[in-house]
């Protein structure tokens, strides 16, 4: 089992930048992606971001040049820098781990980002 806690979510003006955090609760030893999904009010969850154990990122369209996804192993934590924030980057921002060993999938509780003048 494989705990996720968001954190770093609020209310920023437009143009502003926040900074996710993803803490995991113990370190993987086997290849994993993990990840940024978010889900807006009457919409589906989509993805934001991920990178896997290997440190390959990748990025929706919507994103790319303005958020950065990267982790410290270290720590056991995943980030996201999202720069240039847009009200319709409203959402709530939910981190997941795949771990590819056990095809087990987790995801943590969400936290709110409002992008609002």
């Known amino acids: 089992q494989v705990n996720l806690v968001e954190s770093g979510g609020g209310l920023v003006q437009p143009g502003g930048s926040l900074k996710l955090s993803c803490a995991r609760s113990?370190?993987?030893?086997?290849?994993?992606?993990t990840g940024w999904y978010r889900q807006a009010p009457g919409k589906q969850r989509e993805l934001v971001a991920t990178i896997t154990s290997l440190d390959k990122p990748t990025y929706a369209d919507s994103v790319k040049g303005r958020f950065t996804i990267s982790r410290d192993n270290a720590k056991n934590t995943m980030y996201l820098q999202m720069n240039s924030l847009k009200p319709e980057d409203t959402a709530v921002y939910y981190c997941n781990l795949d771990v590819a060993s056990s095809g087990t999938s987790y995801w943590g509780q969400g936290t709110q980002v409002t992008v609002s003048s």
């Open positions: 113990r370190r993987i030893f086997s290849f994993y992606t």
